[in-house]
C-alpha cells in the first residue's frame, strides 16, 4: 500500500526528483535483507549463544546470550565518531566511497562477520562448546557493516527525498527495517527446525553452516551494490 501511495505521488514531481526517489527505494530494498541477516541476533545467535558457547571472553566468565545481546551496542558506542572521523579524513583526501559503495561495504562486513560465526565450529569441544572470543569477533566485524549502512542511510532518505515526502520516504525506511526483522524471524527458525531433536555437536554443526550461507547471500548482495553503484549514483542526481 506505502508503495502504491509512493508511485502515486512520484506522478506530481520532475524527472530528476523522481529519479532521486528510485534511488531511495533501491536503497530500502537492500536495508530489507541487510536486517533480515543482521537481526539473527535475537533469535537464532541467541539460541546459538546459549547452546553452543562458552561462558568465558578473554578469559572473564561471562554468559554467552549477554555477550550476544550487548556487544553490537558496545561496538557502535565504541567505534561510531572513529568511522564518522573515518569519513571526514578520506573525503579531504578525495578518497571517501560514495553512500553506494558504503551499502556494498556494509554487506561485505555482514558477510564477514557471518563467516566467522560459521568458522566457530573449528574451536569446538566434543559437547559443541565453541570459543565466545572468535564468536565477539563477528559480532566486531558485523557493526562495522552496520556503521557503514544505518547512519548513512537515513542521512540519505531525507536527502534524496522532496521535502513534502521526507516523512513517507522516512518511514518507509524503518519499514524495511520491519520486515527485515519478519523474515529474519523466518531465517532463524528453519535454521532452529533443522537442529531440532539433535545432539549439542550436531546443532553447533547445523547452525554454522546456516550463518555460512547467509554469508554467502551477504557477499552477493554486496557485489551486486557495488556493482550497480555507477547506476543509482546517476540516480542519486549529486546527492552525497
Not at 26 to 32: K, Q, V
Not at 139 to 145: E, K
Not at 180 to 199: K, M, V
Amino acid at each position: 500500500i506505502t508503495l502504491v501511495y509512493l508511485l502515486y505521488e512520484m506522478l506530481k514531481y520532475s524527472a530528476k526528483e523522481i529519479k532521486k526517489l528510485i534511488a531511495a527505494l533501491i536503497f530500502i530494498l537492500f536495508s530489507i535483507f541487510f536486517w533480515a541477516f543482521f537481526e539473527q541476533s535475537g533469535g537464532s545467535l541467541s539460541l546459538f549463544a546459549d547452546n553452543n558457547l562458552r561462558d568465558t571472553l578473554l578469559g572473564v566468565k561471562l554468559d554467552p546470550v549477554g555477550v550476544n545481546n550487548s556487544s553490537n551496542s558496545l561496538f557502535v558506542i565504541t567505534f561510531a565518531a572513529l568511522i564518522g572521523i573515518i569519513w571526514l579524513w578520506l573525503n579531504k583526501r578525495g578518497l571517501e566511497p560514495n553512500t553506494i559503495v558504503k551499502f556494498g561495504l556494509a554487506f561485505l562486513f555482514l558477510a564477514g562477520g557471518f563467516y566467522v560465526f560459521y568458522y566457530t565450529k573449528f574451536f569446538a569441544d566434543v559437547d559443541g562448546r565453541t570459543s565466545l572470543d572468535v564468536f565477539t569477533l563477528g559480532w566486531l566485524v558485523i557493526t562495522f557493516g552496520e556503521l557503514c549502512l544505518s547512519p548513512i542511510g537515513m542521512s540519505v532518505m531525507t536527502k534524496l527525498s522532496p521535502h513534502k515526502l521526507q516523512a513517507v520516504i522516512m518511514g518507509m525506511w524503518f519499514l524495511a527495517s520491519a520486515y527485515g526483522q519478519y523474515f529474519a524471524g523466518i531465517l532463524g527458525a528453519n535454521i532452529a527446525q533443522a537442529s531440532e531433536n539433535t545432539s549439542n555437536l550436531e546443532k553447533l554443526v547445523v547452525y554454522a553452516d546456516g550463518y555460512k550461507q547467509l554469508a554467502i547471500y551477504a557477499l552477493i548482495a554486496g557485489i551486486v551494490m557495488i556493482a550497480i553503484s555507477p547506476l543509482v549514483k546517476k540516480l542519486m542526481q549529486g546527492v552525497k
